[in-house]
Nanobody
Framework: LQLVESGGGLVQPGGSLTLSCAVS????????IGWFRQSPGKEREGISC????????YYSDSVKGRFAISRDNSKNTTYLQMNSLKPEDTAVYSC????????????????WGKGTLVTVSS
């Protein structure tokens, strides 16, 4: 599989941004898709995941209530809607795919995108 993120950029605190993860490859709709982020000096953090089979979603406490993950299987694309952004949300955001939903919780995804930078600053 190949994953390509887009939609990053500069946004003011309190603003919104939507990231996209375009997935190409065989049987891509059978993969769970996770979003991760990493900022300088910090460990990579898994923030959200959507299961392939039934659309079950997960959010970390740091983004719960502010971010929303969704997927459009007809477009082979997963989205991350980010609202009420804070300066501490500044990071490189990457999407990743795995056949197993549980892999998200160990960051043991099979395929990774290169990431897109989100900067939250006034």
């Amino acid at each position: 599989l190949q994953l390509v993120e887009s939609g990053g950029g500069l946004v003011q605190p309190g603003g919104s941004l939507t990231l996209s993860c375009a997935v190409s490859g065989p049987a891509s709709n059978y993969y769970s898709i996770g979003w991760f982020r990493q900022s300088p000096g910090k460990e990579r953090e898994g923030i959200s995941c959507i299961k392939a089979v039934d659309g079950t979603t997960y959010y970390s406490d740091s983004v719960k209530g502010r971010f929303a993950i969704s997927r459009d299987n007809s477009k082979n694309t997963t989205y991350l809607q980010m609202n009420s952004l804070k300066p501490e949300d500044t990071a490189v955001y990457s999407c990743a795919a795995s056949r197993w939903y549980a892999d998200f919780f160990n960051s043991a995804m099979d395929y990774w995108g290169k990431g897109t930078l989100v900067t939250v600053s006034s």
